[in-house]
């Protein structure tokens, strides 16, 4: 187990990482991500992709999660503070009193990430999502339905960003990722997914979808949707809704298209 290593003050070097978060956290880590809370750093921990630099914990968490802290490399600091330490350093107060420092793994090419499916897969690309909330959101149902991937175009948000990963509670590090970069359409007929696009004007009910072997799910940003290319070289699909209402919020909307893809058999509606 790494050694316990106390600091009682705000400004101590060591803990540079983690000084006014919500001001890093906008002008980005090179290369790190902070995590925050018990059930997102035994994700991190046990990831095998991304990595715990440190942790930076209340003192008064160090003896309850001392067996998950008996899983880091011992090579990896973890500093214990007092409350109101913990809350200068932050910038705020925090509540979980856990923070980690995490390293992200670098990106596959979505072309390998793709190639490496088996027969079956179920993958989920992303546009124009730009909110934190719905990014963490739709990793969230990703991770609960089984989703094999998730692909972000070029102006997607960071789903590392610390609010992304909380409300996604953690399947952000787990669930595997990469850019779009190119036609995303033709990527998926090269590695055999049928695209399916949410619209609200699309051809088919999604009850009455038959589960594509290999099914890429497009879902669009809020207003604006998918881009008007992508819908008319897709199989669209839509959520009937009552009258008034022509459109879901798209973390809710993932969620729905998700479970009925994952519990659908291939080939039948």
Partial sequence: ?????????????????????????????????????????????????????????????????????????????????????????????????????GRRAPLPSADDLLAGLGPRALVVALFGIGNHDNMGGIFRNAAAF????????????????????????GATLLVPTARLDGDPVALFERHGFTALALSPSGETVLAALSRP???????????????????????TVRIPMAGGFDSLNVATTSGIVLHHLACAAVGTS
């Avoid at 913990?86 to 979980?96: I, K, Q, S, T, Y």
């Avoid at 094999?148 to 992304?164: F, G, I, N, Q």
């Avoid at 290999?214 to 940003?221: E, H, Q, T």
């Fill in 1 to 101: 187990m790494p050694e316990i290593v106390p600091v009682a003050d705000p400004a101590d070097p060591r803990i540079a990482a983690y000084r006014d978060v919500r001001e890093r956290d906008l002008t980005g880590r090179e290369g790190h991500f902070i995590a925050e809370g018990e059930v997102v750093l035994r994700l991190l921990i046990r990831s095998p992709r991304h990595a715990a630099v440190s942790l930076l914990l209340a003192e008064n968490r160090v003896a309850k999660l001392a067996p998950l802290l008996a899983e880091l490399p011992d090579d990896v600091p973890v500093y214990a503070a007092a409350q109101p330490v913990l809350d200068a350093v932050a910038g705020f107060p925090l509540h979980r009193g856990i923070l980690a420092l």
């Fill in 146 to 169: 089984g989703a094999d991937a998730v692909l972000l175009d070029p102006t997607c948000c960071d789903p590392l960003y610390r609010k992304a990963i909380r409300v996604s509670v």
């Fill in 213 to 235: 072997a290999r099914a890429a799910v497009l879902f669009g940003s809020e207003g604006p949707g998918l881009p008007a290319d992508l819908l008319a070289r897709a199989h």
